[in-house]
C-alpha cells in the first residue's frame, strides 16, 4: 500500500521464496491473489529479479520474455516492475507493481522509491520470521514439557500413548493420527493409537512390509511431506 501511494500502479504484490520448493509465493496482494505460487522453471518477473538481485521495469510487458504473459494476460497487466527484496545478500523475494489501464515508463525516482521500500520489507520480514520461530520453539518447548509431566503420572502404556495423541493435536491440529511400535521379533507394526477424524479406531497389526510407515521405521528418519500428489512418485507405495 505504502508503494501505491508513492508510485502510480493498479496492483502492488510481495512474493517470497519457498526454500524447499524454490516457488515465488505470493504474500500479500491488493488484488487478493494470497498464496498464488510460481515454479522456478516459469517465466516471471519476480524470479528474475530474486536471482539476479536487480530491478526489472518494463513499460510494455508484452515485449519483455522474463515477464509471466499469462498473468499478464490474466491480469491485464501492460506495464510492471519488479523489485528484489535482499536481506544480508541474499534475495528472500520481490516486490511487484503493476499497471493494468494504459502503459507507464517508470522513472529513476520512482524505482529509487521502490527498492528503498523493498529494503525497509526485508528487514521486517526477517524480524517477523524470528519472531515466528522464536515463538514456535517456544511451544516446542512447552509441548515437551507437558508430555514430560504427564508421562511421569502413569506406567500404563496405552495411558502413556492416549497423552501423546492429546497433547501433540492440541498444538498441531490433524485429521488422521497413529503411533505404530515396531515388534522386532514378530516384524510387525503395532498400530496402537489410530485417530481418524476424531473417531478412535481398534489397534491392528501388520506385518512390517512396505509403505510410509515402515520407511520411517527402518530409515529411522523424520517424514515430512508438503505435497503427497506432487511427491508420491518418489515415495514408497502407501
Not at 496482494?29 to 529479479?49: C, K, N, Q, Y
Not at 509431566?149 to 491440529?173: K, M, Q
Amino acid at each position: 500500500n505504502s508503494a501505491r501511494k508513492i508510485i502510480p500502479v493498479s496492483e502492488c504484490s510481495i512474493s517470497l521464496v519457498d526454500e524447499l520448493s524454490g516457488d515465488m509465493v505470493v504474500q500479500a496482494s491488493t488484488d487478493g491473489e494470497i498464496g498464488l505460487r510460481i515454479s522456478p522453471a516459469v517465466p516471471s518477473a519476480v524470479g528474475w529479479v530474486v536471482k539476479t538481485k536487480q530491478l526489472l521495469a518494463e513499460e510494455d510487458v508484452s515485449t519483455n520474455p522474463i515477464f509471466n504473459q499469462e498473468l499478464n494476460q490474466r491480469y491485464g497487466i501492460q506495464s510492471g516492475m519488479a523489485v528484489p527484496i535482499i536481506y544480508k545478500g541474499k534475495g528472500i523475494g520481490a516486490l511487484g507493481l503493476s499497471v493494468c489501464h494504459g502503459r507507464h515508463v517508470f522513472s529513476d525516482g520512482e524505482k529509487m522509491v521502490a527498492q528503498a521500500i523493498a529494503d525497509q520489507a526485508a528487514i521486517a520480514i526477517e524480524n517477523a520470521r524470528l519472531y515466528e520461530e522464536t515463538r514456535r520453539r517456544a511451544e516446542r518447548l512447552s509441548l515437551l514439557n507437558r508430555i514430560a509431566h504427564a508421562l511421569s503420572t502413569t506406567l500404563n502404556l496405552d495411558e502413556l500413548l492416549e497423552i501423546v495423541y492429546r497433547e501433540i493435536t492440541t498444538a498441531i491440529p490433524a485429521d488422521a493420527f497413529f503411533i505404530a511400535l515396531y515388534d522386532r521379533d514378530a516384524n510387525e507394526l503395532d498400530f496402537r493409537i489410530r485417530v481418524d477424524n476424531g473417531i478412535h479406531e481398534p489397534p491392528e497389526r501388520r506385518p512390517l512390509g512396505t509403505g510410509l510407515t515402515t520407511l520411517v521405521v527402518t530409515d529411522k528418519k523424520p517424514l515430512l511431506i508438503r505435497d503427497f500428489e506432487k511427491e508420491k512418485e518418489h515415495l514408497p507405495p502407501t
